[in-house]
Each structure stands twice: as structure tokens, then as C-alpha cells.
């Protein structure tokens, strides 16, 4: 079944929700709406996204009918800002768990895999009124039934259908994906949430190449950093980028 208005307004009220058949980015529209007075939980939706972003300034284009796009908007306290993207990471991999996906791990900081195929990725933006955090969207995008075969993407990402075996409703997805975001966003602050997100990650343990060190993913503190012991026995804190973990994911 398709998105649309009147399916959405149905399923997710009485939430907030803003829904478009062709978008920019929902992070840009949630981002406005937020700075409009939006409550916290309110949700932009949109069935084609031209310009989504990701990390490292990165944007692709989601055709209509193949993904999830929706960006989340949420008040946190801003001691809780490292805990954003672990919360939509988290109520993912969660929700593909819950589907039956069993092989499926965060990979640090925030990518989404199955099979060590990256489905999903999640972007979160702060917004701020001069020193004074205003509120945070968390964009979150997934994989349902694009097709990458054939494509140069094959053997680094996958979608929920082709990995399930059989079709879903991308409403029913979005339901359950708020509804684990909710009960993440409750645990914000927590070592709880920390705790899930690092028990999670598939990077751990794993020989990974950041830039010009490769070495060992060795630990994660609580604001989110990944620490990587080289050869010579040193350990380097990395915050942000990608790593490539040996297998080449």
C-alpha cells in the first residue's frame, strides 16, 4: 500500500505529522516546523526525497515507493545531544529485529546493516537560538524495497524486503519505527540507552582502517566516540567519519 495523508493521519494520530509525496529534504522541512514551534515527537514524512543528507555532507535521492524518509523532532536537554543519533539507530535496528532480521548490528556511529549491508542511516541536526539549544531533528532513512542489483551499491546495501523475503507496508514500518523511537527518546540521558546502543555495534572487536590508522575497535564512551588501538599499542579517539572495517563494509 501506498503513503499517503489520509493513512498516516489515521495511524499516527493524535502525533503531529506533516506529510509530502515529493520532497527537498525532510530534514530542511522538519527543521522549519521545529523553529515554528513544533512539539516534540512531530514527524515530517515524505514518499520521494530529492536531496536527503547523510553524514560528511553526503546526499542521494530516494524514489517514490522504495524507502522510509521521515525526520523526527525532538527537545532534548543538550547534555543529551551525543544520545541522538544512538536513538535512532537503536529504534531501527530494533524495529528489524522485531521483524524477524536477526542478522542485523549498528555499524559505528549510526549506519543500520544487515548481512554487513548498510539499509538505513540516520542524520540528526541541532537547531540553536543563539548559545540555547531550540530542539533537534533526526532524520531517519530506510531501505525497503529498493533494488540494488546490478548496481555498484550490491555488495554494500540492501533493503528490508529482499532480506525478509516477502513484502511490507511501509505505514506499518513507520508505526512501529516511532513507537521504538518514543520509548528510546524516554531513555535519553540514561546508561540504559548507552548501554543498548554499544551492545549493538557490530564495529567492536573488528580490525577497521579510519583515514591513515587501522588498528582495532576497541571501546565506545557515552558521548558516542569510538576508540581504535594501533599496532604500536596506542589508542585513538575518533568522534566522527566512517571507518572501514576489514571486510570492506
Known sequence: MTLSEDRLQERLTPRAVQFYPQVESTND????????????????????????RGRLGRTWHTPPGVSLAVSMILRPRPEHLPQITMLGALAIHDLLVGLGL????????????????????VLAEAAWTGDKLAGVVLGMGINVRADFSGSDLAQQAISIEPALGRAVDRVDLLVDLLARADVWA?????????????????????????????????LVTPDGALSIRTGDGQLHRVIAGDVVVEDGS
Do not use: C
Not at 549493538?200 to 590508522?213: A, I, S
Open 29 to 52: 522541512l522538519a527543521m522549519e516546523w521545529l523553529h515554528q514551534g513544533a512539539v516534540s515527537g512531530a514527524v515530517v514524512v515524505a514518499d520521494e526525497q530529492r536531496k536527503g
Open 186 to 218: 524516554g531513555q535519553l540521558g540514561t546508561k540504559t540507552l548507552f548501554t543498548a546502543w554499544q551492545s549493538r555495534l557490530v564495529t567492536l572487536g573488528q580490525t577497521v582502517t579510519y583515514g591513515g590508522l587501522t588498528g582495532t575497535a576497541e
Open 102 to 121: 536477526a542478522t542485523t548490528g549498528i555499524k559505528w556511529p549510526n549506519d543500520v546493516h544487515i548481512n554487513r549491508r548498510k539499509v538505513s542511516g
